[in-house]
Every structure is written in structure tokens, then in C-alpha cells.
């Protein structure tokens, strides 16, 4: 078993514990929080805190933020959903850093009509000020067995009564994905996009995506990548391609590890841009969990590309 599969599995075993202490709780009143303390480059803290319960009918949520100089912003949100109409309020409640206060709300209603195949959803929101704005998406699907191509055709109308429109198709075959997508704007401006991801019969894979815009003009991003058993390294190469036909290529290289003694995780990236010129970062993540109190503490440290540190350190807890 690799050292990611091994830190995988512990992340896995992880979030199963937490359901478990979860489930053993009260069974009426779900919830969970999480607290974080974030350290940015020159020493400057702040705070994040998140508690969420399950309603009968859906969740609320409260955030609050907490950043240097004692400026602190919260967010109240609630969501309900209601089997009669088939309908999901969302609403949300701000309070920024000087006292300023605003509430938005959104509610979408969603219908499925089995004989054609059609998703409907319709959502209202209502700003701020107390103004409303309607948007309907309507969607089509199919699936053609005999090429493997799954099709979707959907249609989106804004507030104003203008409509865009979307045709796209996916189809695997032999182990190579494709993609294809046209789009026809409110003004009747058309633009389309394509991708092909394949795997490599040395190892690795090849993606090719491009798009063409209204005006015919097209760019293009090619990108190979494979992993390394010997180094344990993951590389990735991409080339670009402007509409003029000018070329520019990146590349990365990264390597991870899980430490089974002191359950970290660390994993470096080394980016090579166009110029030549390279940058360096890294990331180490622990976690632990505590059985006698229900709580899963993780720490990340992340190192940017001039050696700037951030750490953040979190806890969440039933």
C-alpha cells in the first residue's frame, strides 16, 4: 500500500468515527462544530467558528469571523425544504465588520416530467434591498447505448426574459473520455468547447481542451501527466496555445508522504513556468481524533512560493 493510500485510509477511518460519535448522540438534534484559528506571514490571527444543526426540515448554520484589529464579521443561514411544493428556502442573515446588516433569501422549486425526460427548476431571490429576480433552468438527458454517449440539452432564462442555451455530449470509449459542448447566448452569439482525456499505455494520461469564442477565434491547453514509482513523484506538463498561435508551457513536479509515527502528511510541488523560472511550495497536514471527547483536531501548515508561512489549526466537535 503507498503512503497516500495509507493517509486516504486514515482520513476515511477519520470521518467514520466522527459519524459514529455523531450517531451516538442525540439522534433528534444533529449538529457539529468546528473552530479554526488561521496565522498568516507576519504573525497577524484570526478566527473562524461554525456550528450547524439538522432541523426537522433541513439545517441552520451560524459563522462567525474574527480578524486582526478586532474586525468581526458573522453569517446566519437557514434551509428548509418543503415536500408540498417541492421547494428549498435558503436564507441568509450578514453582519459585517462596522455594524451593517443585510438578509438575502432564495427559493428554488424543481419538477421532473418522466415522459420527456426534463428536469425543471425555477428559483427566486430576493436581495438586500427587498427586490426579487426569477430564473428558470430547464434540462434535457439521453444516452445512446451503442456509442456510449450520454447527451444533455438545457436552456437557462434571466431575470430580464433572456434565454442561453447549452448541447453537450460525453462519450467513453476504449479508455478515452470526450467531451464536446456548443452554446448559443441571449444574442444569439454561439461558442463551444471540447476536451479529450486518455490514458497512456506507458502510464499517465493526455488531456487536450479547447475553445472556440463568438468571433472564431480559438485557444487551446494540452497536458500530460504521470506519476513516478521509483521517485514517488507526480509530474504534469501543460502547453497553451493563444488564438495568435503562440505557445507557452508549465510544468510541476510533486511528491507526498504519509508519516505513520506522527500521522502527518506533507506533500511539495515544484512549479516551472514559462520563463524558465521555478517556484517551490508545501503543504503538511496532521490530524487526531479524541474518542473520550468526540473531537477531530487537524493542523495545515502551508509554505508559499517566498517561504511565507500559514498555519491553521482546527477542531470540530459534535
Known sequence: MTSAQEFIRTVILILVLILVAVSCGVHQSWAFKRNSVITGPQGNTGTTSRDVHATGNGYSRSSSYSGPGDKNANKTS??????????????????????????????????????????????????????????????????????????????????????????GQTTVSNGTVSREAGYTGPNGQSASTSATTSANPAGGYTRTTSATGPDGQSASKSTTGGYDQTTG???????????????????????????????????????????????????????????????VSTSTTRRGPLGRLFERQTQISK
Open 233 to 295: 513523484t507526480l509530474n504534469r506538463n501543460t502547453t497553451y496555445t493563444n488564438p495568435a498561435g503562440n505557445t507557452a508551457t508549465t510544468s510541476t513536479a510533486t511528491t507526498g508522504g504519509y508519516d505513520p509515527v506522527t500521522g502527518a502528511y506533507t506533500r511539495a510541488t515544484t512549479a516551472t513556468g514559462p520563463n524558465g523560472q521555478s517556484a517551490a511550495t508545501s503543504v503538511t497536514k496532521s490530524g487526531q481524533y479524541d474518542p473520550n471527547a468526540g473531537t
Open 78 to 167: 437557514t434551509g428548509s425544504y418543503d415536500p408540498a411544493t417541492n421547494s428549498w428556502t435558503k436564507n441568509n442573515a450578514y453582519t459585517g465588520p462596522g455594524g451593517q446588516t443585510a438578509t438575502t433569501s432564495r427559493t428554488t422549486t424543481g419538477s421532473y416530467d418522466p415522459a420527456t425526460g426534463t428536469v425543471n427548476t425555477q428559483t427566486t431571490h430576493t436581495g438586500p434591498g427587498g427586490n426579487t429576480a426569477t430564473t428558470s433552468h430547464s434540462a434535457d438527458y439521453g444516452y445512446d447505448p451503442s456509442t456510449g454517449t450520454v447527451s444533455k440539452s438545457s436552456s437557462a432564462t434571466g431575470p430580464g426574459g433572456q434565454t442561453a442555451t447549452r448541447q
